[in-house]
């Protein structure tokens, strides 16, 4: 019977790679399944989206022996660019041992799935989400939020005609910023919540207000004036679109007697409005 070795290797070596990357990835994945995905339309190349905005109608009172009146609207257009191309890439000796080892094997790569799964992700909250400014709301002092800062934030979610309470809104936080909901009686104390959670007693806060409320490094904590320490958002506020999912290529290098794996992705994101629409349904929390 013939041995396994690098070379006959060659063929399958990728594919377990791709799966368990890809795999590691997708647990990582939040605000990526938390916006609008327009993947299906680039799976077939280009590097640009058009996604077409339609203007919102008013309907007009019809009067007795008189002629509709006919309107014409000029449309405007999101461009969502892919130009996001992201790698991870290692160099690892006698991979077949490496494959023989399973907690080895995983950990390489868990590592190269998170590490893809983050940029997409830092990219989303930091360069999309965070440049939001239509919707401001300042803080008092950093990182410190009280309730009725967070119900100015939603105010002009419904001010902009958007329902928080759908199920597709979401709360982000730095971790200073989170902290300091911990500290609303509002949100932690169980005669108030009038649910069956028990954030003093598990340390987390699910939701608040009816959002969901996650905790993230995306965000800073650090007191800058100006920084974005928590965002509120819709799923219809960023536009996203993958061109292809984690992709693994590998190649044997003779000269160091290692695999070469390099794991790649594309992708794209962008805001539905203009930054500094009122419109927008993206709250940004700043400090002052």
């Known amino acids: 019977m013939a041995n396994v070795t690098t070379t006959t290797a060659a063929n399958f070596i990728p ?34 989206l058009n996604i077409p905005k ?12 008189t002629a509709v009146t006919y309107s014409a609207n000029t449309d405007g257009v999101v461009q969502l660019s892919l130009d996001q191309h ?19 094997f995983n950990a390489y790569a868990k590592s190269i799935g998170y590490s893809l799964a983050k940029k997409i992700e830092n990219y989303i909250a930091v360069d999309v989400l965070q440049a939001a400014t239509g919707n401001d709301v300042t803080l008092t002092a950093d990182n410190t939020f009280t309730t009725a800062l967070i119900r100015s934030g939603l105010q002009k979610l419904l001010d902009a005609g958007h329902d928080y309470t759908d199920g597709d809104h979401f709360f982000y936080c730095s971790p200073a910023s989170y902290m300091s909901l911990l500290s ?14 028990s954030p003093l007693a598990s340390g987390r806060i699910i939701n608040a207000y009816g959002l969901n409320v996650y905790p993230s490094v995306d965000w800073d904590d650090d007191g800058g004036t100006g920084d974005e320490t928590a965002t509120i958002f819709n799923r219809n506020s960023v536009y996203f679109a993958q061109q292809f999912a984690p992709r693994v290529q590998s190649s044997y290098d003779i000269d160091h007697l290692a695999t070469s794996i390099v794991a790649d992705v594309l992708f794209g994101a962008a805001l539905s409005h203009a930054a500094n629409s009122t419109a927008l349904g993206v709250v940004n929390f700043v400090n002052p």
């Open 184 to 197: 609303l009686g509002d949100f932690t104390e169980a005669q108030k919540r009038g649910d069956d959670e």
């Open 86 to 104: 992201q790698y991870e890439a290692k160099r690892i000796e006698d991979i077949v041992k490496v494959q023989e080892s399973a907690d080895l």
């Open 15 to 48: 594919e377990l790679w791709r799966d368990a990357i890809l795999d590691y990835a997708e647990r990582q994945f939040l605000l990526r399944n938390q916006v609008l995905d327009f993947s299906s339309l680039v799976a077939n190349g280009g590097d640009t």
């Open 54 to 65: 339609v203007t919102e109608e008013t309907a007009a009172a019809k009067s007795a022996d």
